[in-house]
């Protein structure tokens, strides 16, 4: 079955600090995909990232980037120089190569603090 | 471009009742998946509708169902609410049926508290 753990509950951070959420994933298919989402006060997801498990490539986008290691089954999301606006709920998820068996993890609130 | 809408955004209703949720889906998506949010959780799939079918369907009991329409938006249904039903609904839209591998987009819930 598939399964994706964030361990990390809550962090707290201070603005202009670092901050990586972690995420380790389960899976026994040889073609999934990984996801991030962030869910604001308002309650909607917003797509933050997809990557495949064929592209371990590191991405970047602006002060967001992503590393992806298929040998710890792992996909952390790094937010360099954080901002008030990034406190959120953020949710790691994972999908089978046609979509079936879509699971998000229990996500990691974080809180920037001025 | 309108996004995903859902309605209503909350609503409350006490155990044995019965609720239907609405979502539309954001222009030119034909595709909704329907997630489940209790508190303090990651969303949970429920099922997902396309050409007016169920394609794909997560753990959830047949008290939930629900419907597409040929505008592409769709209904959920559930019967003989539990206390545990309370939750935050989320609709999903997004383009084929290889949605899931892509990239969703969410309208804000619609929040049931079961009484």
């Known amino acids: 079955a598939q399964k994706v753990t964030q361990a990390q509950t809550e962090i707290s951070v201070v603005e202009k600090e670092d901050v990586t959420l972690d995420c380790v994933y389960e899976?026994?298919?040889?073609?999934?995909?990984l996801f991030w989402y962030k869910q604001p006060p308002s309650g909607e997801l917003v797509f933050l990232i997809r990557?495949?498990?064929?592209?371990?490539q590191n991405e970047i986008s602006g002060r967001y980037s992503w590393n992806f290691q298929k040998s710890t089954s792992s996909f952390n999301f790094t937010i360099t120089a954080s901002q008030v606006v990034d406190s959120a709920v953020y949710f790691c998820?994972?999908?089978?190569?046609?979509?079936?068996?879509?699971?998000f993890g229990p996500g990691t609130r974080l809180s920037v603090l001025p | 471009d309108a996004g995903v809408t859902q309605s209503p955004t909350h609503l409350i209703k006490t155990r044995g009742q019965q609720v239907t949720l609405r979502c539309s889906p954001k222009?030119?998506?034909?595709?909704v998946s329907w997630y489940q949010q209790a508190l303090g959780q990651g969303p949970q799939f429920i099922f997902q509708?396309?050409?007016?079918?169920?394609?794909q369907r997560g753990n959830f009991p047949d008290r939930f169902s629900g419907h597409q329409f040929p505008n592409y938006s769709s209904e959920l249904n559930v019967n003989a609410l539990l206390l545990g039903d309370s939750a935050l609904y989320l609709c999903?839209?997004?383009?084929?049926?290889?949605?899931?591998?892509?990239?969703?987009?969410f309208g804000e819930g619609s929040r049931l508290t079961v009484l």
């Open positions: 999903a839209s997004s383009l084929g049926l290889a949605a899931l591998t892509g990239e969703l987009f």
């Open positions: 899976t026994r298919d040889t073609t999934y995909y």
């Open positions: 990557r495949n498990s064929f592209d371990e």
């Open positions: 998820a994972l999908g089978g190569n046609y979509g079936q068996n879509f699971v």
């Open positions: 222009s030119g998506h034909d595709t």
């Open positions: 509708y396309y050409e007016e079918e169920e394609r």
